[in-house]
């Protein structure tokens, strides 16, 4: 009765209204008269209104707005296509966006579709493209602000700066000696030496300390003593490399030193005042607004507010808008979690939607297709052999003299050698002066793909060449060893608590290590370390409670599936624990990553289908062919360890008829009396269901039965898929 009085009024309602404002429209035209003076354009007599709509169409189409929208969305297609590509490979994700810039530039796309090139990126349209460009660059610099920690700079400052300010000052000599045979051929008519030269040396200098941290946290380094100085280093580089480039834009921009003089005094000036003035205001902002539920739009406004005044006084004093983005990064409270806070409003949009925008742009200047000589070929190659002997010779020797090792000496060198996003920032701000030259500009791109691509690799043959000491002494591990790997802090908890009803009384015997992944690399240190405490404080709690010691493992990676299955296969552990959970395309617990889980590794994995686990004493086991043998083993620990009773479902009667099963449910009987019931019957009706809290199927059955859809599994307890050892094929 409500709907239809509800339907009557909403009709009433459009009826009576549309007929008002159809009568506005009639009255309204009876004021044109004299009014309105230009005639309706009146449509061409030849054109069919399909053409027109056509014609209209066609203009839509290359309408800036919608050009720069499509532009949009096909450079994030491309940048994360490459970027999962060359994950894959064990490479840094920038490098894929990189490489996506320049397929969609003209070097790839421009050479074999250059109609698609033309019609996508447009020439008229490139000037949208780069300013939306700058603003993700702005954002972006001020996140890397944000991220670098100055603390690691006061407490690890002694051998850090020596090596930090040789891979500068090395790497910087070696860039200004190549500007000498590079400038009469390829220096720019109106660019005098010492520009010319200065550049090169800042280009040659440059560390990506976001790319850097990535690779440190995806090898596991961060809380080794090479990890705590590289990450220091970068930071010391960092702030040096922008401050020489901020006078090294200055010096350009005037023409000579002298003349720089007086813009270098104005950003020392804007730099104090950042500090002194700004800063303090900012802690006192930060000390206050800490949270979520505080921080609001005023205070968000005013961050953006320092941010955009600080970009906008460094680039009309001549130092360049990115700097003043950093350093209002740098001054934000160091509050860790209003820095986390902001960082994450700002961070998704400028990395997954405007910073793929720059790689593109970048794309399109670089045109590989001007090296078409040998003798330029030549001159690329002495450029990226000048970078890697500046900044990989430079950083490993002065580590080497500080004391660190050979194997911690060429690693540091390795990791101070990734350029990545920042030179490429670089290099852009070089073109636009008008520094580089085209030819230039392509061989310092291919320089920057090339030395942090080589990262991972040389990392990779240092472990070769330095491997760590093993003991000479060979222990056999008499402990059954648990790897419980989680997500959710309350998935961890339960399948700890699983773990110890399964070595209960045998502890001392036991060895449980919990491995939780964040699943992104990008994040900074201090976000890791806090992500790290969080998710274990849950699961240590109990571990407590429970009176048992474990072992904790933390990484951020981009491949779960690869940690996991490399982690268990590498401790050479028993049983990999993990929780069930569902993928986009499967609606079953064991699909996606977990299957993959089951599938790769070689030691026994359970997977766990929680429904509110508490206790695992009442069982029932699931047998449905010969190769369920294996699960008596799991019904023996539960015994052992928990006292649990254990109730067989065998309705192809498997026990009797198969002399193995039977002796193997006969020992356990032997030595734990009436704990083990066979139960023969095809009946499992909830009632049935209802007497047990933990259910033990192995995965062939489990596959089995959810492919036929058992209605039982709708109201089985919690339940725990077993994989036996060995890899499925």
């Given at each position: 009765?409500?709907?239809?009085?509800?339907?009557?009024?909403?009709?009433?309602?459009?009826?009576?209204?549309?007929?008002?404002?159809?009568?506005?429209?009639?009255?309204?035209?009876?004021?044109?008269?004299?009014?309105?003076?230009?005639?309706?354009?009146?449509?061409?007599?030849?054109?069919?209104?399909?053409?027109?709509?056509?014609?209209?169409?066609?203009?839509?189409?290359?309408?800036?707005?919608?050009?720069?929208?499509?532009?949009?969305?096909?450079?994030?297609?491309?940048?994360?296509?490459?970027?999962?590509?060359?994950?894959?490979?064990?490479?840094?994700?920038?490098?894929?966006?990189?490489?996506?810039?320049?397929?969609?530039?003209?070097?790839?796309?421009?050479?074999?579709?250059?109609?698609?090139?033309?019609?996508?990126?447009?020439?008229?349209?490139?000037?949208?493209?780069?300013?939306?460009?700058?603003?993700?660059?702005?954002?972006?610099?001020?996140?890397?602000?944000?991220?670098?920690?100055?603390?690691?700079?006061?407490?690890?400052?002694?051998?850090?700066?020596?090596?930090?300010?040789?891979?500068?000052?090395?790497?910087?000599?070696?860039?200004?000696?190549?500007?000498?045979?590079?400038?009469?051929?390829?220096?720019?008519?109106?660019?005098?030496?010492?520009?010319?030269?200065?550049?090169?040396?800042?280009?040659?200098?440059?560390?990506?300390?976001?790319?850097?941290?990535?690779?440190?946290?995806?090898?596991?380094?961060?809380?080794?003593?090479?990890?705590?100085?590289?990450?220091?280093?970068?930071?010391?580089?960092?702030?040096?490399?922008?401050?020489?480039?901020?006078?090294?834009?200055?010096?350009?921009?005037?023409?000579?030193?002298?003349s720089a003089i007086f813009t270098i005094v104005l950003a020392l000036g804007y730099?104090?005042?950042?500090?002194?003035?700004?800063?303090?205001?900012?802690?006192?902002?930060?000390?206050?607004?800490?949270?979520?539920?505080?921080?609001?739009?005023?205070?968000?406004?005013?961050?953006?507010?320092?941010?955009?005044?600080?970009?906008?006084?460094?680039?009309?004093?001549?130092?360049?808008?990115?700097?003043?983005?950093?350093?209002?990064?740098?001054?934000?409270?160091?509050?860790?979690?209003?820095?986390?806070?902001?960082?994450?409003?700002?961070?998704?949009?400028?990395?997954?939607?405007?910073?793929?925008?720059?790689?593109?742009?970048?794309?399109?200047?670089?045109?590989?297709?001007?090296?078409?000589?040998?003798?330029?070929?030549?001159?690329?190659?002495?450029?990226?052999?000048?970078?890697?002997?500046?900044?990989?010779?430079?950083?490993?020797?002065?580590?080497?003299?500080?004391?660190?090792?050979?194997?911690?000496?060429?690693?540091?060198?390795?990791?101070?050698?990734?350029?990545?996003?920042?030179?490429?920032?670089?290099?852009?701000?070089?073109?636009?002066?008008?520094?580089?030259?085209?030819?230039?500009?392509?061989?310092m791109v291919l320089m920057a793909l090339i030395t942090t691509f080589m990262t991972?690799?040389?990392?990779?043959?240092?472990?070769?060449?330095?491997?760590?000491?093993?003991?000479?002494?060979?222990?056999?591990?008499?402990?059954?060893?648990?790897?419980?790997?989680?997500?959710?802090?309350?998935?961890?908890?339960?399948?700890?608590?699983?773990?110890?009803?399964?070595?209960?009384?045998?502890?001392?015997?036991?060895?449980?290590?919990?491995?939780?992944?964040?699943?992104?690399?990008?994040?900074?240190?201090?976000?890791?370390?806090?992500?790290?405490?969080?998710?274990?404080?849950?699961?240590?709690?109990?571990?407590?409670?429970?009176?048992?010691?474990?072992?904790?493992?933390?990484?951020?990676?981009?491949?779960?599936?690869?940690?996991?299955?490399?982690?268990?296969?590498?401790?050479?552990?028993?049983?990999?624990?993990?929780?069930?959970?569902?993928?986009?395309?499967?609606?079953?617990?064991?699909?996606?990553?977990?299957?993959?889980?089951?599938?790769?590794?070689?030691?026994?994995?359970?997977?766990?289908?929680?429904?509110?686990?508490?206790?695992?004493?009442?069982?029932?086991?699931?047998?449905?062919?010969?190769?369920?043998?294996?699960?008596?083993?799991?019904?023996?620990?539960?015994?052992?360890?928990?006292?649990?009773?254990?109730?067989?479902?065998?309705?192809?009667?498997?026990?009797?008829?198969?002399?193995?099963?039977?002796?193997?449910?006969?020992?356990?009987?032997?030595?734990?009396?009436?704990?083990?019931?066979?139960?023969?019957?095809?009946?499992?009706?909830?009632?049935?269901?209802n007497r047990f809290n933990l259910m033990l199927i192995s995965y062939s059955s489990?596959?089995?039965?959810?492919?036929?859809?058992?209605?039982?599994?709708?109201?089985?307890?919690?339940?725990?898929?077993?994989?036996?050892?060995?890899?499925?094929?």
């Amino acid at each position: 009765m409500r709907l239809n009085k509800n339907l009557i009024f909403y009709l009433l309602m459009i009826i009576v209204f549309g007929g008002l404002m159809y009568w506005i429209t009639q009255q309204g035209e009876l004021l044109e008269p004299g009014k309105v003076q230009v005639e309706p354009v009146k449509p061409a007599l030849d054109q069919s209104p399909f053409a027109l709509f056509q014609e209209s169409f066609s203009h839509n189409l290359t309408h800036p707005l919608a050009l720069l929208i499509l532009q949009i969305i096909s450079i994030i297609l491309v940048s994360r296509f490459f970027g999962f590509i060359f994950n894959k490979i064990g490479q840094p994700t920038v490098i894929g966006e990189i490489v996506a810039g320049i397929v969609l530039g003209p070097s790839l796309m421009g050479l074999f579709f250059p109609e698609v090139s033309e019609f996508l990126f447009a020439k008229a349209s490139l000037p949208n493209l780069q300013f939306l460009s700058q603003v993700g660059l702005i954002l972006f610099m001020f996140v890397i602000g944000m991220e670098l920690d100055l603390k690691v700079l006061r407490n690890q400052a002694h051998d850090a700066v020596v090596i930090s300010h040789a891979s500068i000052v090395i790497p910087y000599f070696l860039g200004m000696s190549l500007a000498y045979f590079l400038y009469q051929n390829y220096a720019p008519g109106n660019i005098s030496f010492l520009s010319f030269a200065l550049f090169m040396g800042i280009a040659m200098s440059i560390t990506a300390f976001p790319v850097l941290a990535r690779v440190i946290q995806e090898r596991d380094l961060s809380k080794t003593k090479l990890g705590s100085i590289a990450i220091t280093c970068a930071a010391a580089d960092d702030i040096t490399a922008w401050c020489l480039l901020a006078t090294v834009i200055a010096i350009v921009k005037a023409g000579t030193f002298v003349s720089a003089i007086f813009t270098i005094v104005l950003a020392l000036g804007y730099v104090l005042l950042m500090v002194v003035v700004v800063q303090p205001v900012l802690k006192r902002i930060g000390n206050v607004y800490s949270d979520r539920e505080t921080i609001s739009k005023p205070i968000v406004a005013i961050a953006f507010l320092v941010l955009l005044a600080s970009a906008y006084v460094a680039e009309i004093i001549g130092i360049h808008a990115l700097f003043g983005a950093f350093l209002a990064g740098v001054i934000m409270p160091p509050n860790f979690n209003f820095r986390k806070i902001m960082t994450e409003k700002i961070e998704d949009v400028s990395l997954v939607l405007l910073l793929p925008l720059f790689f593109v742009f970048t794309g399109l200047r670089t045109q590989i297709g001007l090296l078409n000589e040998t003798h330029l070929w030549m001159v690329c190659g002495w450029i990226i052999l000048t970078a890697v002997a500046g900044k990989f010779g430079g950083s490993a020797i002065a580590a080497r003299f500080v004391g660190q090792s050979w194997k911690d000496s060429l690693s540091l060198g390795a990791l101070m050698n990734t350029r990545g996003l920042m030179e490429l920032i670089v290099l852009n701000i070089g073109y636009d002066l008008g520094v580089l030259t085209p030819e230039v500009f392509a061989m310092m791109v291919l320089m920057a793909l090339i030395t942090t691509f080589m990262t991972g690799p040389a990392l990779d043959l240092i472990n070769y060449f330095y491997p760590d000491k093993k003991s000479s002494v060979s222990v056999v591990d008499k402990f059954y060893k648990i790897l419980i790997s989680f997500g959710p802090a309350i998935k961890g908890k339960k399948l700890l608590r699983l773990a110890d009803q399964l070595t209960h009384k045998k502890t001392t015997e036991a060895n449980i290590t919990a491995l939780h992944l964040t699943p992104s690399a990008d994040i900074n240190q201090k976000e890791a370390r806090e992500y790290e405490k969080e998710s274990f404080r849950l699961v240590k709690h109990e571990a407590e409670n429970l009176g048992i010691s474990i072992k904790t493992i933390y990484k951020a990676t981009n491949d779960i599936n690869k940690e996991i299955t490399g982690e268990a296969n590498k401790g050479k552990y028993d049983l990999l624990l993990v929780g069930g959970s569902q993928s986009v395309f499967s609606a079953d617990v064991v699909g996606g990553k977990v299957k993959n889980y089951l599938e790769d590794t070689t030691c026994q994995v359970g997977v766990l289908v929680d429904k509110d686990f508490e206790v695992a004493d009442r069982i029932v086991l699931m047998l449905q062919d010969f190769s369920d043998l294996f699960l008596i083993s799991f019904a023996e620990r539960f015994i052992q360890n928990n006292n649990a009773k254990i109730v067989l479902s065998d309705p192809n009667r498997l026990v009797k008829m198969n002399t193995i099963f039977r002796m193997a449910v006969e020992k356990v009987n032997n030595e734990n009396p009436e704990s083990i019931e066979v139960y023969e019957s095809h009946d499992h009706t909830e009632e049935f269901f209802n007497r047990f809290n933990l259910m033990l199927i192995s995965y062939s059955s489990w596959k089995h039965l959810n492919r036929r859809k058992n209605p039982w599994l709708a109201y089985s307890p919690t339940i725990l898929i077993l994989k036996p050892e060995g890899r499925l094929h």
